[in-house]
């Protein structure tokens, strides 16, 4: 197959794939995506300042306050990238039911498809996000690709529960109260959310201790009321995530393979979602440096996801590309509390 850059704009589909919305992908909002030009991502990390200055006498120097150390980590970014292809068949029906020309029917069709395979790039990297956020660590081990990438978040950070939270009598405000104190003494500050599955939830609200902080004991405890209570301790806000995302595998079944973007069984407590943990960085492709030199991509639109179109001669088929090459970091692990609370 062959770059081709006469079915539509190229830039103009690239800018357009790039402002799509995936508002199913909330981890988007904690390690938003940036457009980098190199091929290599870069985790600039700098312990917190907590620094008082001393007092010092008249007519003596200020003393020279310390600095925090910093860390600077560099690694190569893997490529993310999805191809759908735009059969012969589908090129006549298109023009078929749309009654129109054949170039107006395939780019129409080109940008449904580049619709779709940025979609699959973006849900790669929402599952990435959720390894980064729930674990502190990426490992990527497909295709021939192995990398891995730990982000260091402090040992004390990844908790552990008493008994499982399955159990009713659990101690759940205890524990929740005590991992706060630990996200308060890691970063600064209290956490804002507690990110959760449905199932964590309702372990929750089925638990005798939390049960009893309501008088009169009500027969159902609501999520709203169950947040309520909490804010009154200082505590964060309960928000499930229980997205599951097709890998493309199928299993024994020929069913397709569903992979969670965060276990079921894992609890994190974040910031809130206006104050990002990170980036997703996204770096400059070899398809954006071959469409740059033939002056179909400004400069400045080359780094990021790029929209790509191919042909095959024979048989006759064209294909939308969403190339990228990225990876999601994590820059202020000592934002992230994670814990295993069912099992």
Do not use: C
Request: proline share 6%; hydrophobic share 45%.
């Amino acid at each position: 197959m062959r770059i081709i850059t006469d079915l539509v704009d190229l830039q103009v589909a690239t800018l357009a794939i790039r402002e799509i919305p995936f508002p199913e992908n909330r981890l988007e909002q904690y390690l938003p995506v940036v457009e980098n030009e190199t091929v290599d991502y870069r985790l600039a990390r700098t312990d917190r300042f907590n620094q008082a200055a001393n007092i010092r006498a008249f007519d003596m120097p200020a003393p020279i306050i310390g600095r925090p150390d910093a860390t600077v980590v560099k690694g190569g970014l893997p490529a993310i990238s999805a191809m759908d292809v735009i059969t012969e068949t589908e090129a006549i029906r298109a023009r078929r039911l749309a009654g129109l020309d054949n170039g107006e029917a395939v780019a129409n069709t080109v940008n449904a498809v580049l619709a779709r395979t940025t979609q699959a790039v973006q849900n790669k990297y929402e599952l990435l996000r959720g390894m980064a956020i729930s674990q502190g660590v990426i490992v990527v081990n497909e295709n021939g690709v192995n990398q891995a990438v730990d982000f260091e978040i402090p040992a004390e950070n990844k908790v552990t529960r008493a008994v499982s939270w399955l159990d009713p009598t659990a101690n759940i405000l205890a524990e929740l109260m005590a991992w706060q104190q630990v996200r308060i003494d890691s970063a600064g500050s209290p956490a804002e959310v507690a990110l959760t599955s449905s199932r964590v939830l309702q372990a929750m609200l089925l638990n005798e201790g939390i049960r009893g902080l309501f008088n009169p004991r009500p027969s159902i405890i609501s999520p709203e009321a169950l947040n309520q209570q909490l804010a009154a301790f200082g505590l964060p806000r309960i928000e499930t995530y229980d997205r599951k995302i097709d890998t493309g595998a199928k299993d024994g079944n020929g069913r397709p393979v569903r992979q969670r973007v965060i276990a079921e069984d894992r609890f994190v407590l974040l910031p809130g979602a206006d104050n990002p943990i990170g980036e997703t960085q996204t770096g400059l492709t070899e398809e954006a440096t071959l469409l740059g030199e033939q002056g179909v991509l400004a400069e400045e639109v080359a780094p990021g996801m790029v929209a790509v179109t191919l042909v095959n001669d024979h048989p006759v088929f064209r294909a939308g590309l969403t190339a990228s090459i990225g990876l999601p970091v994590i820059e202020r692990p000592d934002e992230i509390v994670t814990a295993t609370v069912l099992s």
